[in-house]
């Protein structure tokens, strides 16, 4: 049996197991969703390969789909899996079968001490951010697009003393993909932390420590990289807190050579509200200087965020989060002072980010693209949300800027960072969700990025995206929709395409 077959058989397992381990009614009485249902997509596309020479298709979607929520006891998570079957009327050969999940669970085998993280994904989404279209866009179904990552690992969380508490958690994760430009990799994180913010009076102390070596199956390389850290605190007020740190740290990055270094930072915390806060931190590293800066605040109905990170990163960071995931934090935060109850939220939150993942699709943004390199990265983005009784606004900024460490790691000429050393992101986003009446729904979605990337040569790709969509609500458990949307590329690549998209889905 083949590799892909392999993984296959084990995503599906994996599947199946997350399932009836959220459905499962051991240990505690608990709350647990599970929703099958059916959906249903017929697209007419005027660039069916996203070419500047494309042709007209169009393409038949039928998705059997389950999913499970548990929300308590000692045993909860989440799993989405579906079957998207995917045929085409004038391409034969891109029509696909194929498993899509993301899906992740907690045990709690001892009862708050001791508890196992199990995740796993399977996703097809466009590998570059220069050519063809952006990576969340629902016509990316190529089997070379296929990334599968499944992590599992043990967690260790304790109280001691008045106020001291500790974590030890081990985790291994194993990526993969259906195309040559990843390599299958497995990563070991081991991490752990000490810390008493009250051990003497308004002094504190902690000790960090962790280590992640990436194993690459395909060139027998190893990519490892280590952090320890010893911080004091002080509590000035119970609004503000002053941190401070010393470590070392060191990595093999540099031609498998190991490079080490002594560390040190600075930060703050301050909450002047309940509903504001305000951390920053920064720390000379091996790359230069790292930053964290996380500005939150929540107002009566509406949220904004903005955040500044600088710090190494991988793909295996970057599978564990979706842009559903994202969206749905900034909705949940949005709706806070509308009155609905935690679970009401949820509902709501999840709704709006389905439709956010929806309207945006196609716009260029991504939470990151798959690649074999590891390297630094500097994020900015900020989010603003607005949400009154028929209206959801959303505006989104981003800028980040990556650039490549471990020069010998990349083994694909179809990987980004192949021929570049370093790639800069920028774009924005508006999406606008309104409530025609109680049964139907209305998106729209304007965006626009800028990716240029720099090196042995030069790409550059500049990409528009509109969208405005419908959804109307049919019986109780069924919807329908109708989304338009147009999607500009100018640059290492340039094409241009309109896609209609009607949709039927039914719950059981």
């Known amino acids: 049996m083949t590799k892909r077959h392999d993984d296959f058989r084990l995503a599906g397992h994996l599947a199946v197991g997350l399932a009836c381990l959220l459905s499962a009614s051991a240990w505690a009485q608990s709350v647990v969703q599970v929703v099958p249902s059916v959906s249903t997509r017929m697209t007419f596309t005027d660039n069916v390969d996203a070419s500047a020479d494309g042709e007209s298709d169009w393409l038949f979607e039928v998705s059997p789909a389950i999913s499970v929520r548990r929300t308590s006891g000692r045993i909860n998570g989440n799993l989405d899996a579906s079957l998207r ?20 669970g907690e045990v709690e085998a001892i009862e708050r001490l001791l508890f196992v993280d199990v995740g796993a994904s399977i996703s ?48 291994n994760q194993w990526l993969s993909g259906g195309g040559s430009a990843l390599s299958n990799r497995r990563t070991e ?84 509200t309940s509903r504001t806060s305000v951390t920053a931190f920064t720390e000379k590293r091996l790359f230069g200087r790292g930053y964290d800066v996380q500005v939150a605040h929540r107002g009566q109905r509406s949220s904004w965020r903005l955040s500044y990170v600088r710090d190494y990163t991988s793909s295996e960071e970057l599978v564990s989060e979706s842009l559903e995931d994202y969206a749905y934090r900034l909705y949940y935060d949005g709706l806070s002072g509308s009155g609905l109850t935690d679970v009401q939220r949820d509902v709501v939150a999840r709704q709006l980010a389905r439709g956010y993942v929806s309207a945006t699709a196609g716009s260029g943004q991504q939470v990151g693209f798959i690649t074999n390199a590891q390297y630094v990265s500097r994020n900015l983005r900020g989010d603003f949300t607005l949400s009154g009784v028929r209206n959801t606004l959303t505006f989104s900024v981003y800028r980040t800027e990556r650039s490549r460490v471990a020069q010998d790691l990349i083994v694909s000429a179809t990987d980004d960072f192949f021929n570049l050393d370093q790639i800069r992101d920028k774009g924005m986003i508006i999406s606008l969700n309104h409530k025609l009446s109680g049964f139907s729904t209305l998106t729209a979605a304007v965006a626009r990025n800028n990716v240029q990337g720099s090196g042995p040569v030069a790409q550059d790709s500049k990409r528009t995206s509109l969208s405005l969509g419908v959804a109307h609500q049919l019986g109780p458990k069924s919807t329908g929709g109708l989304i338009y949307r147009h999607q500009k590329s100018d640059g290492s690549t340039s094409y241009t395409e309109n896609t209609l998209t009607a949709t039927l889905g039914v719950r059981f």
């Open 85 to 104: 079957n995917v045929v085409y009327a004038n391409s034969d050969d891109l029509n696909t079968t194929f498993l899509a999940l993301r899906g992740r």
């Open 189 to 272: 994180t081991l991490a752990g932390a000490l810390q008493d913010g009250e051990a003497f009076g308004p002094l504190g102390w902690s000790v960090s420590y962790d280590k992640v070596d990436s194993h690459y199956d395909d060139s027998d390389s190893k990519a490892s990289r280590e952090n320890g850290r010893v911080g004091l605190s002080y509590t000035v007020t119970p609004q503000v807190i002053l941190r401070a740190s010393v470590g070392r740290e060191s990595n093999n990055y540099n031609a498998g050579r190991t490079e080490d270094g002594s560390t040190h930072g600075v930060g703050f915390d301050w909450f002047p």
């Open 124 to 171: 097809r989404n466009n590998q570059s951010l220069f050519s063809g279209r952006s990576g969340d866009d629902p016509l990316n179904t190529n089997e070379d697009n296929e990334v599968r990552s499944f992590n599992l690992g043990p967690r260790l969380e304790f109280a001691f003393g008045k106020s001291a508490t500790g974590r030890l958690n081990y985790k």
